[in-house]
């Protein structure tokens, strides 16, 4: 277990230096999000408790807030930065609801070194405060009066739900393709991402070219986060990682390592990967021993770092600043989640 915290404390120190450059916004950000978690509702209100004791990343709205810097080169004017904080708490609550429900349809049991919602509230419970705090992420918004702002993310909640249709009508599917799952991840993950990097530069005004360039390191970067948490479902520790893993084996999804590993066996072997993701055979182990023996999980990580730099390219335009350097960080801390 020393080993385990070692690491854990390593990741979270490396993220706490990554967003020195915010360290004030991102301490506004937490007031904003701690508020937008009240409710008049009892149960509510405990649950948002409870998501605040497990803590999180940060990564999103640490997006909003570092793109803002890196666009503005400078410190933020306190009216864009009264903007950027309930932004940034409106992005993280609907990835907080979007945690909530897949854990529903996943049946997870783990989240954030916590039981999740679903299995401390059950399901009821958990689609009603996810719901809220879809509601609660468009209503801090309303606020500000920015139908600019309003329509982004608006837009980006329907791209999430689509694809998270689109991932379970493809499940159990061994036809499964790479650009398929590809846009799938794009719509589930990468497009908050995407939109979040977009939105700190459009608040402070930058350029078009440079709002572009933000969204497009926003994009890229979501794709390598999402890819390698897709490795590590199947080669992850629970205890390292504070949630349930195998869910996608379990669930039949399939993801990148799988449609590489798909695309190597012979027909036996597929018939066997068949079976058990059609439910009639529990073999999860050999399938994650197939997917060391053919290298597809180091195929699916060798295409995360293709997207990690490319995340990284994608802002070489903007002026080199502390806030720059921690998004070039962020990116390599992406891969860093997989190593060792």
Avoid at 123 to 133: A, K, M, P, T, V
Avoid at 155 to 162: A, D, F, L, S, T
Wanted: aromatic share 8%; proline share 2%; hydrophobic share 40%.
């Amino acid at each position: 277990m020393a080993k385990d915290r070692t690491k854990k404390n390593e990741f979270e120190d490396y993220l706490l230096d990554i967003f020195s450059p915010i360290a004030d916004e991102l301490t506004a950000w937490e007031v904003a999000y701690q508020q937008a978690l009240r409710s008049e509702e009892e149960i509510f209100s405990r649950l948002g408790n409870y998501i605040l004791s497990a803590g999180g990343k940060k990564i999103r709205p640490a997006l909003v807030l570092l793109c803002a810097k890196a666009a503005s080169a400078g410190e933020l004017h306190p009216e864009a930065l009264r903007i950027l904080v309930k932004v940034a708490a409106s992005v993280e609550l609907i990835h907080t609801a979007t945690l909530i429900h897949d854990d529903i349809i996943d049946n997870a049991q783990l989240r954030r070194k916590k039981p999740t919602v679903n299995t401390q509230w059950g399901e009821e419970y958990s689609i009603l405060f996810g719901d809220y705090l879809f509601s609660k992420a468009v209503y801090l918004l309303s606020e500000l009066e920015r139908p600019d702002i309003n329509i982004a993310v608006s837009n980006i909640c329907k791209v999430i739900c689509e694809g998270e249709a689109r991932q379970l009508r493809l499940r159990r599917c061994l036809t499964f393709t790479e650009e398929e799952y590809l846009k799938i991840i794009e719509s589930k993950t990468a497009s908050l991402m995407s939109t979040a990097a977009w939105l700190g530069a459009h608040v402070v005004e930058a350029k078009e070219e440079m709002q572009q360039a933000l969204s497009d390191f926003g994009l890229n970067l979501g794709l390598a986060f999402q890819i390698v948490d897709d490795c590590l479902d199947i080669v992850g520790k629970e205890e390292e990682e504070g949630k349930s893993l195998g869910q996608d084996l379990e669930t039949g999804k399939l993801t990148l390592p799988c449609v590489y590993l798909v695309s190597f066996l012979s027909e036996e072997e597929k018939k066997r990967v068949n079976d058990f993701l059609s439910g009639e055979k529990k073999d999860a182990p050999r399938v994650k021993t197939l997917a060391f023996t053919y290298r597809a999980v180091g195929l699916a990580l060798k295409k995360a770092k293709q997207f990690s730099d490319k995340a990284k390219r994608s802002i070489a335009i903007l002026p080199k600043s502390e806030a720059k350097d921690s998004l070039i960080a962020l990116a390599d801390f992406i891969l860093e989640r997989l190593a060792a």
